[in-house]
C-alpha cells in the first residue's frame, strides 16, 4: 500500500512538472473569458451571477499565474522559446488583459487599491511585451512562422485597449493626477486602434486572397472581432469621461466617429465568423473538441455585450441595451459549453489513465501547447 501511494505521488509530480513545462501561455484567455461575462453580468445587474464568476476567475488567476512563475523559475527555456517564438510571443498578452479584466472586476466591488496595483503590473507587462513581441515578430520574419491566422497578433490590442479601460477606471485614485491618466488612456486606445488597422489589413488579406483550410480557421480567429469590441468598449468609457481638457473635449467627436465605426466592424464579423464554423465543422465534418483556444472565443462574445450595452449608454441608443442584454446570454452559454468541455475532457484523460496520475498531460499541435 505504501509503495502505492508513493507511486502515485511520484506519477503526479511528474505529470504537474509537464504541466508547467508546456503550459500554454495563451491560457490566460480562460480569465479573459470569464471575467468579461462577470463583469457584464454587472452591470446588466445579475450580481449574483457576476460574482460566482468573479470567484472562479480568481481561483483560475492565481493558479495559472503560480504555475506561470513556477515555469519562468523551473523551466526557463521552455518559457523563452515560447516567448521568442513568433506563433506564442503574442499570446503572452493574455496575461495583460486577464489582469485588467480582473483588476475591474475587483475594483467595481469596491477593491480599489487592489485594482490599481494590478493596472500598474499590467502596463508594466504591456510595456515588456510589447517591445519583445514586435522584435521577435521582426527579426523571426518568415511567411510559415509568422501566419497571422496562428500568431494571434490581434491579442496584443486587446491588452492595449484592456489597459487603457483600467486606466480610466483607476484614473480617480491619481488626485490632481487623473487627467493625465485619462489622456494616456486616449493615447492607448489610439495605438490600438491603429495597430487593428494595421492588422487587420494583414489578416484579411491572407483570408480573402490565400487559400484556406480548414484546420486553419480555429477559434482564435475570434480575436478579431473581440478586439474590435474592445476598442468599442475602451472608446465608449473614453465619451463618457469627464475631461478638463479642452483638447480630450475638442477629439471628443473622433472618438464618437471612431467608436461607432469599430462596433459595426465587429458585428459585421461575427456572421462570417459563424460560416467559418459551419464551414470547418459541418461541411468538412472537423471534429469540435476542447481546445484552449475556445476560450479566444468566448471573450469576444462577451466583450460584444458588454461593448454594446457602454455603447448604448454613450450614444443614447436603446436598441444596443437590448441587443447587450440577449448576447451576455449567448456569452455566458459559450463560457458554460467551454468549461463544460474542458472538464470532461479532464475527466477522459483521468479515465485513459493519460498524463500520469492527473491523466491530463498537455500536448502539442499545430505548434501550440493544449493543456486539456
Not at 184 to 192: A, E, I, N, R, Y
Amino acid at each position: 500500500m505504501a509503495e502505492t501511494a508513493a507511486i502515485t505521488a511520484r506519477d503526479c509530480y511528474a505529470t504537474c512538472r509537464t504541466w508547467i513545462e508546456t503550459l500554454f501561455p495563451g491560457y490566460f484567455a480562460l480569465v479573459m473569458a470569464t471575467g468579461i461575462i462577470a463583469n457584464a453580468m454587472w452591470f446588466e445587474g445579475h450580481r449574483g451571477i457576476s460574482n460566482v464568476l468573479l470567484v472562479v476567475n480568481v481561483v483560475a488567476f492565481v493558479v495559472l499565474l503560480a504555475m506561470t512563475l513556477l515555469r519562468g523559475l523551473v523551466f526557463f527555456r521552455a518559457l523563452w522559446r515560447d516567448l521568442t517564438d513568433p506563433k506564442l510571443v503574442f499570446a503572452f498578452f493574455t496575461l495583460v488583459a486577464a489582469t485588467d479584466v480582473l483588476g475591474v472586476g475587483l475594483g467595481l466591488r469596491g477593491y480599489g487599491g487592489v485594482a490599481l496595483v494590478m493596472w500598474f503590473a499590467a502596463l508594466g507587462l504591456w510595456l515588456a511585451l510589447t517591445y519583445l513581441g514586435f522584435t521577435v515578430l521582426i527579426l523571426g520574419n518568415g511567411t510559415e512562422r509568422t501566419d497571422i491566422i496562428f500568431g494571434g497578433w490581434l491579442i496584443a490590442i486587446v491588452a492595449t485597449e484592456a489597459v487603457a479601460l483600467h486606466g480610466v477606471f483607476v484614473a480617480p485614485y491619481f488626485g490632481a493626477s487623473a487627467a493625465q491618466l485619462v489622456l494616456f488612456s486616449h493615447m492607448l486606445w489610439g495605438v490600438g486602434v491603429v495597430l487593428y488597422a494595421i492588422f487587420i489589413v494583414l489578416f484579411a488579406h491572407r483570408v480573402f486572397f490565400a487559400p484556406v483550410k480548414p484546420e486553419h480557421l480555429t477559434p482564435i480567429l475570434w480575436v478579431v472581432m473581440g478586439a474590435a469590441a474592445i476598442s468599442t468598449n475602451a472608446g465608449a468609457v473614453l465619451i463618457v469621461t469627464d475631461v478638463a481638457q479642452p483638447f480630450l473635449t475638442a477629439m471628443r467627436p473622433f472618438v464618437e466617429g471612431a467608436t461607432l465605426v469599430m462596433w459595426a466592424w465587429a458585428t459585421w464579423w461575427i456572421p462570417l465568423l459563424v460560416a467559418f464554423g459551419i464551414w470547418t465543422h459541418i461541411v468538412h465534418r472537423q471534429p469540435l473538441t476542447y481546445t484552449p483556444l475556445f476560450w479566444s472565443l468566448v471573450f469576444p462574445l462577451g466583450m460584444y455585450a458588454l461593448a454594446s450595452l457602454r455603447l448604448a449608454q454613450a450614444a443614447d441608443i436603446g436598441a444596443l441595451a437590448a441587443l447587450s442584454r440577449v448576447m451576455v446570454w449567448i456569452a455566458l452559454a459559450a463560457w458554460s459549453l467551454t468549461a463544460l468541455g474542458l472538464m470532461v475532457t479532464l475527466w477522459r484523460h483521468w479515465q485513459r489513465g493519460e498524463g500520469g496520475a492527473s491523466g491530463c498531460a498537455p500536448r502539442r499541435a499545430t505548434g501550440v501547447v493544449k493543456l486539456p
